[in-house]
């Protein structure tokens, strides 16, 4: 299939167009850079073997993203394009409501002309908001709590009345837990602007030594060792799940939402320890207060990605942080090495 992925020189969408073409898919690349580099695609192109057509556009130009779709006469687009801070999202709520949500509607205009009908939106954990449930399933109550998550919650919402609206047209919705890792070349991973706002990246720095020490946010949470708990997933894993998704709507002609995570809550203290284990480096760290909306747990219920994809996590803990370091380490400044 020939397959459009719009913020595809991101973290995510960037493992996923190799997942896509390792299995066989055209892929087309649309991105406007706000949070991404170019560097990505030479890069993409060498892990790929092949060239991967780039449109430097943003989603709410829909003229401009309608003439993509047909000029590449594309079967079906992977939406990761978005902003995705929360904290930004706090500060700046209109510009995600705006970016996120109107750039969606602007996609799926496009693509309602274009006639293209199937979609992989990326969603998050973050639609279920202060959840104190041990593992989420689909069917958990969704309630966000920031304005990022609005933005998730608000483009699920208007997915579904599309496909009530037009039968033909086939979505699915992945949730993500919390992706870490990157492709076992060390070639390509995350790259944040700034000061890393999450645990992982955050930590290479500190192993590094960019960043003198991480801080732990908390450790009087109602836990084993009193640290966070969180559903790390490998990138790998995540990105693989796009291409089974894909199948699915394929070969099912169903829609679908699923949460992707591993089932397994890791602690702050367990990945630091993972970190150290996996890479041999001791990660210096000091425990302060709570992060303000930071919620005890978040952990998956992946049984219905099993039940319908046959998608499961392949990589453990050790593997995250084994490959997050190796692109950390071999990309000191990421893109910009
Ligand atoms: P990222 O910032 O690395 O990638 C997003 C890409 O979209 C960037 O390349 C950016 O330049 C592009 N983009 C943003 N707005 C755009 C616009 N208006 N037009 C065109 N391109 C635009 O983020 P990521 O971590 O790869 O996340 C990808 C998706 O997964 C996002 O939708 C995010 O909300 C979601 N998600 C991420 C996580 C995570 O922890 N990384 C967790 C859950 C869900
Ligand atoms: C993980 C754990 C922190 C940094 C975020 C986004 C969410 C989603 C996934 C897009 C928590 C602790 C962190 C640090 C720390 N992205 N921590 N010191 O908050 O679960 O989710 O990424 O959808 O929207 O909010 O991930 O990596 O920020 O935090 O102790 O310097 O690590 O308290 O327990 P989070 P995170």
Request: hydrophobic fraction near 40%; glycine fraction near 8%.
């Amino acid at each position: 299939m020939n397959i459009l992925v719009t913020g595809g020189a991101g973290y995510i969408g960037s493992h996923t167009v190799l997942a896509l073409m390792e299995r066989g898919h055209h892929v087309v690349v649309l991105d406007n850079f706000s949070n991404s580099s170019p560097k990505v695609m030479p890069r993409l192109e060498a892990l790929a073997g092949n060239p991967i057509p780039l449109c430097q556009v943003d989603l709410r130009d829909g003229d401009t993203v309608f003439d993509v779709l047909v000029s590449h006469k594309i079967d079906a687009v992977i939406h990761f394009a978005a902003l995705k801070a929360v904290g930004e999202s706090c500060e700046q709520p209109l510009q995600y409501f705006d970016n996120n949500v109107s750039g969606t509607i602007s996609l799926l205009l496009a693509m309602q002309k274009a006639n293209v009908l199937r979609f992989v939106f990326s969603s998050s954990a973050m639609v279920y908001g202060d959840t104190e449930h041990e593992t989420l399933s689909e069917n958990t109550p969704r309630s966000a709590n920031n304005p990022y998550g609005r933005t998730k919650l608000m483009i699920e919402e208007i997915i579904q009345d599309h496909c009530a609206a037009d039968t033909n047209f086939k979505a699915a919705i992945l949730r993500y837990f919390n992706p870490v890792g990157a492709h076992p070349s060390g070639m390509i991973g995350e790259d944040p602007r700034g000061t890393p706002n999450n645990l992982m990246p955050y930590l290479c720095q500190v192993a590094s030594g960019k960043r003198e020490k991480l801080s732990v946010f908390g450790n009087d949470y109602p836990t084993p060792d009193g640290t966070g708990l969180r559903d790390y997933l490998h990138v790998m894993d995540l990105a693989r799940a796009h291409a089974d998704a894909l199948d699915y709507l394929q070969s099912q002609s169903k829609n679908l939402t699923v949460n992707l995570g591993t089932g397994s809550a890791s602690s702050v203290l367990d990945m630091i320890h993972a970190f150290e284990q996996a890479n041999k480096l001791k990660i210096p760290h000091e425990i302060i207060g709570r992060r303000p909306g930071d919620v005890t747990r978040l952990c998956a219920d992946p049984g219905l990605a099993k039940e319908l994809l046959s998608w499961e996590s392949r990589h453990d803990l050790l593997q995250m942080c084994a490959d997050a370091w190796r692109w950390q380490s071999k990309n000191p400044e990421g893109y910009n090495s």
